[in-house]
């Protein structure tokens, strides 16, 4: 049986596959984790006989700076769902014959493409440098237990099984980056032929089109559940309650997104001086991560990056 031929659409652009997020966030809660506790395990079991403070501190700063590394992907996954969101009232307000609706939102889903296409080549060097920061710790653990012969033999042994897992989960990763990067390159750089559709309307192009991105959408709105857990698995540090009595595990993003949620109007966007110019749809650039004073500058810095567009280029 030979694969389908994947889906063209003449007018609208498809999302990238929603899978390759739901493995990434997988990678982490599942190769990441239990392979940084295998590392414990195998340096605590070398030391039995020789305790050495130092290997451990090594192993510990290698931890907490996977761990920094690993948060960046929050970002990552903000703009993602931006795109999506704003892909999605793209089609929403097509649908419903609001020209300068479809135009702003358009316009901000190309702008954020952009973003997006830099921050996947971000975060495959993210993953990178995770795998480069392991091969150094255990390089450096290896060199620091030198004396001890059997415990040094025991934690070679154990720490080849997981780095080797962690560069084959890397890589694939980061091959499902780069692809993604390739689907928002041609995002940021497809222009929408309004003219065209509405001279001659592909209404079932554009369902599928919405179809595909809602469940894109779905896909990315939920790989924040559990961050703060993820984190501390992998710092190796104990679990941070801060949920509710009924779910005891973390406050969903949900009810974190409740708690801090910036709107900011398009047309401000494009000219943030001026406060008469015409309605035009909200953008609604919510998060509430787990670090709010790292986090809380993130959309601020998007729209740095994107204003110079809206003030210089025209939306059609």
Same mark, same amino acid.
């Given at each position: 049986?030979?694969?389908?031929?994947?889906?063209?659409?003449?007018?609208?652009?498809?999302?990238?596959?929603?899978?390759?997020?739901?493995?990434?966030?997988? !990678?982490?809660?599942?190769? %990441?984790?239990?392979? %940084?506790?295998?590392?414990?395990?195998?340096?605590?079991?070398?030391?039995?006989? /020789?305790?050495?403070?130092?290997? !451990?501190?090594?192993?510990?700063?290698?931890?907490?700076?996977?761990? @920094?590394?690993? @948060?960046? %992907?929050?970002?990552?996954?903000?703009?993602?769902?931006?795109?999506?969101?704003?892909?999605?009232?793209?089609?929403?307000?097509?649908?419903?014959?609001?020209?300068?609706?479809?135009?702003?939102?358009?316009?901000?889903?190309?702008?954020?493409?952009?973003?997006?296409?830099?921050?996947?080549?971000?975060? &495959?060097?993210?993953? !990178?440098?995770?795998?480069?920061?392991?091969?150094?710790?255990?390089?450096?653990?290896?060199?620091?237990?030198?004396?001890?012969?059997?415990?040094?033999?025991? %934690?070679?042994? =154990?720490?080849?099984?997981?780095?080797?897992?962690?560069?084959?989960?890397? @890589?694939?990763? *980061?091959?499902?980056?780069?692809?993604?990067?390739?689907?928002?390159?041609?995002?940021?750089?497809?222009?929408?032929?309004?003219?065209?559709?509405?001279?001659?309307?592909?209404? =079932?192009?554009?369902?599928?089109?919405? &179809?595909?991105?809602?469940?894109?959408?779905?896909?990315?709105?939920?790989?924040?559940?559990?961050?703060?857990?993820?984190? @501390?698995?992998?710092?190796?540090? /104990?679990?941070?309650?801060?949920?509710?009595?009924?779910?005891?595990?973390?406050?969903?993003?949900?009810?974190?997104?409740?708690?801090?949620?910036?709107?900011?109007?398009?047309? *401000?966007?494009?000219?943030?001086?001026?406060? *008469?110019?015409?309605?035009?749809?909200?953008?609604?650039?919510? !998060?509430?991560?787990?670090?709010?004073?790292?986090?809380?500058?993130?959309?601020?810095?998007?729209?740095?990056?994107?204003?110079?567009?809206?003030?210089?280029?025209?939306?059609?």
């Amino acid at each position: 049986m030979t694969d389908p031929l994947p889906l063209v659409l003449t007018h609208f652009k498809l999302p990238p596959k929603h899978q390759s997020y739901s493995h990434i966030r997988g !990678t982490l809660d599942s190769v %990441f984790v239990p392979q %940084f506790k295998s590392l414990s395990s195998a340096l605590q079991a070398a030391q039995v006989t /020789q305790p050495s403070p130092h290997a !451990t501190r090594i192993l510990q700063e290698a931890r907490k700076a996977a761990t @920094d590394e690993v @948060d960046k %992907f929050w970002n990552y996954f903000e703009i993602v769902e931006g795109i999506a969101e704003r892909y999605i009232e793209f089609l929403v307000f097509l649908s419903e014959g609001n020209l300068e609706g479809h135009r702003y939102a358009y316009r901000v889903a190309c702008l954020l493409a952009r973003a997006g296409t830099t921050d996947s080549e971000k975060a &495959q060097q993210v993953m !990178t440098k995770i795998r480069e920061g392991i091969e150094s710790a255990i390089s450096r653990i290896i060199s620091t237990i030198s004396d001890n012969k059997e415990g040094m033999s025991l %934690f070679i042994n =154990e720490s080849s099984k997981v780095l080797a897992e962690i560069v084959g989960a890397t @890589d694939v990763c *980061n091959e499902l980056l780069r692809e993604s990067r390739e689907e928002f390159m041609k995002l940021e750089n497809k222009d929408f032929d309004e003219e065209s559709f509405l001279r001659d309307p592909k209404w =079932e192009e554009h369902q599928i089109a919405l &179809q595909k991105w809602r469940v894109f959408k779905k896909t990315v709105g939920g790989l924040w559940v559990g961050w703060s857990e993820l984190k @501390d698995d992998i710092k190796g540090e /104990q679990k941070q309650f801060t949920g509710s009595d009924n779910n005891p595990r973390e406050d969903s993003r949900d009810a974190k997104k409740d708690r801090a949620t910036t709107n900011i109007s398009l047309r *401000n966007v494009r000219n943030p001086n001026t406060s *008469n110019m015409p309605n035009g749809p909200t953008v609604s650039a919510s !998060t509430t991560p787990p670090s709010h004073k790292v986090k809380t500058s993130f959309w601020q810095k998007t729209l740095r990056r994107i204003m110079p567009c809206f003030s210089s280029k025209p939306f059609h």
